[in-house]
T-cell receptor
Framework: GIQVEQSPPDLILQEGANSTLRCNFS?????LQWFHQNPWGQLINLFY???GTKQNGRLSATTVATERYSLLYISSSQTTDSGVYFC?????????FGTGTRLQVFP | GAGVSQSPSNKVTEKGKDVELRCDPI?????LYWYRQSLGQGLEFLIY????????KSGLPSDRFSAERTGGSVSTLTIQRTQQEDSAVYLC???????????FGSGTRLTVV
């Protein structure tokens, strides 16, 4: 099956810093999504991005499908950005989730 | 509804009992997914529905697990003869393929004692 690797596994930032999270995957996919799981456990969909670049406020994402990776950029981080960021990849039926990047943002 | 609704939010059950977990997806979403997340872990795929049919049941851990979906809407995940290793948060998501992301519910935290 498809393998999904996320890096780094843990990230500690001071408020205002920028960061880049990476997702590598092992096979061709037509579905890639990024999620944020907040400290209360709720999963929020950030991007549906099987290819190309999207931006939403301080967050942006880029997927290079031919090279099998995706990047999530967080600019001017805030304490509310803390939590776990998951990349999930797959095809039309199901997504396989990576193990996540745990982000802690301190004031 | 406005979001994906799961019930109960918490369930404590004795080992060996059966439990039913319910998921009410966003109205009009044709696809529905069940995942589980053990403490501090990632998400494990269980089963996927397109309409009322389940083309992919490959993630169900054992024959104690079953799921159904009726009317293209509500889904129920049933775990028979629960074991302690079944303790986890069970998450449901819905989507409108092919170009829309998943929306997750808040999950059901199952504890088997």
């Amino acid at each position: 099956g498809i393998q999904v690797e996320q890096s780094p596994p843990d990230l500690i930032l001071q408020e205002g810093a920028n960061s880049t999270l990476r997702c590598n995957f092992s096979d061709s996919v037509n579905n890639l999504q990024w999620f944020h799981q907040n400290p209360w456990g709720q999963l929020i969909n950030l991007f549906y991005i099987p290819s190309g670049t999207k931006q939403n406020g301080r967050l942006s994402a880029t997927t290079v499908a031919t090279e099998r990776y995706s990047l999530l950029y967080i600019s001017s981080s805030q304490t509310t950005d803390s939590g776990v960021y998951f990349c999930a990849v797959g095809n039309t039926d199901k997504l396989i989730f990576g193990t996540g990047t745990r982000l802690q943002v301190f004031p | 509804g406005a979001g994906v609704s799961q019930s109960p939010s918490n369930k404590v059950t004795e080992k060996g009992k059966d439990v039913e977990l319910r998921c009410d997806p966003i109205s009009g979403h044709t696809a529905l997914y069940w995942y589980r997340q053990s403490l501090g872990q990632g998400l494990e795929f269980l089963i996927y529905f397109q309409g009322n049919s389940a083309p992919d049941k490959s993630g169900l851990p054992s024959d104690r697990f079953s799921a159904e979906r009726t009317g293209g809407s509500v889904s129920t995940l049933t775990i028979q003869r629960t074991q302690q290793e079944d303790s986890a948060v069970y998450l449901c998501a819905s989507s409108l393929p092919p170009n829309y992301g998943y929306t997750f519910g808040s999950g059901t935290r199952l504890t088997v004692v």
